[in-house]
């Protein structure tokens, strides 16, 4: 039941936040301040994120197969590579060490 | 007649091609196929994700079907399986998901649509279709663009996830095929492109220690929320910084007297000018 509130709620303020952008007027979220919040905040979001499922499993730190994955992605955005290939990267690298005991 | 045909085509060869009208059709289909499958098949790794965070199929479903922003549904599935609670789990997904609102503002103005349509085109609003829709030159194919995106991507997204929630079982361990790794791939592969300039650099640097040192010590989900206050914080200093030693010293301000932020997609900003321009 709470994994269901958890889509509800998800899906409702995801939907809203949507619909909000492409129906406010023009100028009502443009000002600068909002604007720049608005695109530093995905940035701190992302950078958490990516580094909490990296090296986190629950509330526990750790190093993993999974570190070298993630590290080879990001070789792989270096190199300008297509989303696809930087997913499969990473689950392949990751796989790849885990199998040779990492 | 060879002599002939030869004169022929040199004569006409110097006359200037005609001014390209608009970008053809058939390249911004390209494009946004492009985009569309490429981004679409990778629901197959939220699909197994999800399911092995522990979601049943219909939930995994209802996530890929109903939020439809990429992002946000690793981030709460991530923070379900970590045992947070729903509220803070879908705090989590909603403050990421709280950019497609910008990307709305940008893409009302290029699309132009009307208000009957906009309920259903909001939910196609994310960072793909923004991306293809704001790099058209006109509205003909800004509004191609998107509707190619979006329908492509949410096809192939929702598919793709039912196959990746139905293999998942399937597979086995996910872990041992290092499926685990997707999310925090598509988290990268997201914020590659976000991570810009040195106010953006610090912020994320700033956002990944606060995850980091609070992981430990707050409940599953709070970490990543507190870590979101690295953006204002640095807006904050930033914003001192700039009132104390005047706007032509701050490193975000390249040209004198240019001191617009760059939200999502610089060539953004450029496109709503031009059609602004072009409807005046």
Not at chain 2, 26 to 53: E, H, P, Q
Not at chain 2, 173 to 191: I, S, Y
Request: glycine share 10%; aromatic share 6%; proline share 7%.
């Amino acid at each position: 039941m709470t994994v269901w509130i958890a889509i509800a709620l998800t899906a409702v303020g995801c939907y809203l936040v949507k619909y909000l952008g492409l129906s406010a007027p023009a100028g009502v979220l443009e000002r600068p301040l909002v604007k720049r919040l608005a695109a530093l905040l995905p940035v701190a979001l992302l950078a958490a994120l990516t580094a909490q499922e990296t090296f986190s499993d629950g509330p526990h730190l750790m190093l993993d197969a999974k570190a070298a994955g993630v590290a080879a992605a990001a070789v792989a955005l270096v190199l300008r590579a297509p989303f696809l290939l930087v997913v499969g990267v990473a689950v392949a690298v990751t796989a790849g060490v885990r199998a040779l005991g990492g | 007649m060879a002599e002939q045909t030869e004169i022929r085509t040199t004569e006409r060869a110097p006359a200037p091609p005609p001014a390209p009208p608009a970008k053809p059709d058939s390249a911004v289909i390209r494009d946004a196929l492009g985009v569309g499958i490429a981004v679409g098949l990778s629901g197959f790794a939220f699909g197994v994700t999800s399911a092995g965070a522990g979601l049943g199929l219909l939930q995994t479903c209802a996530l890929s079907l109903l939020v439809f922003t990429g992002a946000s549904q690793f981030a709460l599935v991530g923070a379900l399986a970590a045992g947070g609670n729903p509220f803070t789990a879908a705090a989590g997904a909603f403050f990421l998901g709280a950019r497609n609102a910008f990307y709305g503002l940008r893409l009302s103005a290029v699309l132009g649509y009307r208000a009957r349509v906009r309920p259903f085109a909001a939910h196609w609003v994310i960072d793909e279709t923004s991306a293809v829709t704001l790099a058209q030159p006109d509205r003909r194919s800004a509004r191609l663009g998107f509707t190619v995106t979006g329908l492509t991507l949410y096809v192939l997204w929702n598919l793709t996830t039912l196959v990746g929630a139905l293999g998942a079982g399937a597979l086995g361990d996910t872990d041992a095929w290092g499926l685990d790794a997707a999310g925090p791939a598509v988290f990268l592969a997201l914020l590659a492109p976000m991570v810009k300039d040195t106010v953006e650099r610090v912020a994320a640097g700033l956002a990944v220690v606060l995850v980091m040192v609070t992981l430990p010590l707050l409940p599953t989900g709070v970490p990543v929320l507190v870590a979101a206050l690295a953006a204002p914080a640095v807006l904050l200093v930033q914003g001192r910084r700039e009132r104390a030693t005047g706007a032509e010293e701050t490193p975000r301000t390249p040209r004198a007297g240019t001191a617009a932020p760059h939200a999502p997609g610089d060539q953004a900003e450029e496109l709503r000018h031009t059609t602004e321009e072009d409807r005046a």
